[in-house]
């Protein structure tokens, strides 16, 4: 009789692995998994992308910190399971004068972690210092319809003059400049949460801070896991399913795949470029692709002597970059090639499109041949630039086929530097090293303000230092402006940006992650918005 020898390990996501050799001809090894039941109170593991820049309000800029920091953290709206605007701390609210008053009444469960009650003041706090000029917040942008915002940022009022007022304990006035319809859903995001009277600047324990979302941070080792769990004086606690979220910052979306098919994880990022097809025929039932209001581009810095200097020379290079390729082969998850900064799917508003998108590839190489060589780029020998993207598979790809696509057709030398994502951001904020850089934008609110604010002159945001007279002042026009009229004015302002080209679309954003079957409460939106307190595993 063969020898049979069983090998047992198991691993704290309670699946255990057995191994069976039978050493007589032919060595046969059978693998197989027997999964237990999972616990009511197993943790729900997902990817988190890179590891987060700040889990501060007012400092948080990447998807990884935001998506974090919805879970710890609440504001006046949120969302809900279907990614659509909900009540938050605020149990309800009333639209005054013509769109230019909002009064919140807060819930009179509202606390903190720490149980203490959550106050109208505790909101005047953070807004106050989200835009003092001393320490202003790098989304401050998304509150200029407040009423003396902008001037409190340019130091030209003081922050105690912004609009906002706790009109009671549990009731806060805003003040709007002009209407903004979609006000309520910039109240969701984190420059507009609440800070505990105890929270500073960045810098502190950020375990021992108090917050009120429906998790509160048990344990971040970094680079390794970040542990949430339940917070107890949620004020919806009893509805908050899973009593355990861990996040896995991964940067590389071929080892997010790899732990989520060892199961390690339940919810994946992204998965990887080139990988669609495979994952469609071998994991049907787990991926989930959905459209998603952002656009993907690259950024130019106009600092840089020569390419600030032509805007053939801009256009030559968007010009010389094959779309259908990029979307197609190298990324090939759904994306859709994109003409405009702005993408397709927002109520009312028609994008502006680059004239070259009518014409084929060959014509548009043609005629960035003909701009490259009129902006004189490569007159004393090939033209030498950097191409910066922050540690991902998906950029990665895209930055060598860009690169390729450059040399092909216009002779361009390109070297790529591959960076850390804090490190990138600030290389993209000081602006001393940077040259072409990953782009991009996920709508913050459902506009397109949302993704033009970002070129205003002054803008937080604005990386690739354009400072366009004519887009500002379309900009400024719709500020004042409403319904068609506003709209028209936006694209506009978006023609210019696509004729002064500071920023080179590439291609529409497809939301794509693997999501475990057992997963329960997950719903596809375009906000690609998922609060884990929505989130459950079925038992068995």
């Known amino acids: 009789m063969a020898a049979l020898r069983i090998v047992l390990s198991g691993t704290e996501m309670h699946t255990y692995r057995f191994a069976l050799k039978l050493p007589r001809q032919p060595v046969l090894f059978l693998l197989f998994a027997i999964s237990l039941p999972l616990c009511a109170d197993e943790a729900i593991r997902r990817g988190l992308g890179p590891e987060p820049d700040s889990l501060h309000i007012h400092r948080a800029q990447g998807l990884a910190a935001v998506n974090l920091l919805r879970d710890l953290r609440e504001g006046l709206t949120t969302y809900d399971a279907a990614g659509e605007l909900a009540p938050g701390v605020a149990e309800s609210w009333e ?92 109240l969701a995001h984190p420059v507009a949460y609440p800070l505990h009277e105890t929270e500073g600047a960045e810098g502190q324990n950020v375990a021992q801070l108090a917050v009120n979302g429906a998790y509160r941070l048990a344990d971040w080792t970094p680079n390794a ?64 692709i959905h459209p998603y209001l952002g656009s993907f581009w690259l950024n130019i810095n106009l600092r840089h002597a020569e390419l600030g200097r032509s805007a053939d020379l801009r256009r030559a290079l968007a010009l010389a970059i094959n779309r259908d390729i990029l979307t197609r082969v190298v990324i090939g998850a759904g994306e859709q090639p994109a003409w405009s900064v ?26 960035a041949k003909a701009l490259f060589a009129r902006s004189g780029a490569a007159a ?8 910066r993207y922050n540690t991902s598979g998906v950029h990665r790809r895209t930055a060598v086929a860009v690169a390729a696509m450059w040399k092909q057709v216009l002779g361009v030398d390109t070297e790529l530097f591959n960076e850390e994502w804090k490190v990138f951001v600030n290389n993209r904020r000081l602006g001393v090293v940077t040259e072409v850089f990953r782009g ?16 205003r002159s002054g803008s937080e945001m604005n990386f690739t230092f354009i400072a366009s007279e004519r887009f500002d002042e379309l900009m400024r026009a719709s500020d004042i402006a409403t319904g068609t009229e506003r709209q028209a004015l936006l694209a506009q302002a978006e023609a210019v940006l696509l004729e002064e080209m500071p920023a080179i679309p590439l291609y529409y954003y497809v939301s794509r992650h693997l999501v475990n079957p057992d997963v329960r409460g997950y719903v596809d939106n375009v906000r690609d918005v998922h609060l884990s307190r929505y989130l459950s595993l079925e038992q068995p």
């Open 95 to 186: 639209v005054l004068d013509d769109g230019k008053r909002y009064r919140f009444t807060l819930r009179e469960d509202a606390a903190w972690s720490n149980g203490e009650p959550l106050l109208a003041g505790d909101f005047v706090r953070a807004l106050h210092q989200a835009v003092n000029p001393a320490d202003v917040a790098a989304t401050a942008g998304l509150l200029a319809p407040i009423v003396n915002a902008d001037e409190i940022i340019a130091g030209e009022q003081p922050p105690e003059a912004l609009g906002v007022e706790a009109t009671a304990e549990r009731t806060l006035e805003i003040n709007l400049k002009r209407p903004t319809p979609w006000f309520a859903e910039i």
């Open 225 to 288: 896991v970040i542990r949430l769990e339940k917070n107890p004086h949620f004020h919806a606690a009893d509805q908050v399913n899973a009593e355990v979220v861990e996040y896995f910052p991964i940067e590389q979306p071929a080892s997010e795949l790899s732990r989520y098919r060892a199961g390690e994880l339940h919810i994946t990022e992204t998965i990887p470029a080139g990988r669609f097809e495979w994952l469609s025929d071998n994991l049907p039932d787990d991926l989930r």
């Open 342 to 367: 702005v993408p397709p799917g927002i109520d009312g508003y028609q994008p502006a499109m680059m004239p070259e998108a009518a014409m084929s590839q060959p014509e548009r190489e043609a005629l």
């Open 380 to 387: 004393s020998g090939p033209l030498r630039l950097q191409l």
């Open 440 to 455: 991009g934008w996920i709508a913050d609110y459902a506009d397109p303000g949302s993704f033009l604010d970002l070129f």
